[in-house]
């Protein structure tokens, strides 16, 4: 069973910066792709951005210029860095890894507020 771990949310203020880290137990070379999806209460979740194992990366139009999604092989992890955080931002951040089925982690809070 593939295991994903996020880590690195927390309180920042508006126009701060966080870097979220997701370990998989698995290497993500397995994965077709892996992304970040976040959901706000109250709200679907969505997608943030998708780091395909081929291609361009994909990003939401609310995070385009501020967020980049990156990935390390040697240490089974994908990254978003998040930078100019505005409240709206706010949410539980999930990752996720697609194989033949989709994998989640447990998410990490992040809190954009003064």
């Known amino acids: 069973q593939v295991q994903l771990v996020e880590s690195g949310g927390g309180l920042v203020q508006p126009g701060g910066s966080l870097r979220l880290s997701c370990a998989s137990s698995?290497?993500?070379?397995?994965?077709?792709?892996m992304g970040w999806y976040r959901q706000a209460p109250g709200k679907e979740r969505e997608l943030v951005a998708t780091i395909p194992r081929t291609g361009s990366r994909i990003y939401a139009d609310s995070v385009k210029g501020r967020f980049t999604a990156s990935s390390d092989y040697a240490s089974n992890s994908v990254y978003l860095q998040m930078n100019d955080l505005k409240p709206e931002d706010t949410a539980v951040y999930y990752c996720?890894?697609?194989?033949?089925?989709?994998?989640w982690g447990q998410g990490t809070q992040v809190t954009v507020s003064s």
């Open positions: 698995e290497s993500i070379f397995g994965f077709y792709d």
């Open positions: 996720q890894g697609r194989k033949s089925i989709v994998y």
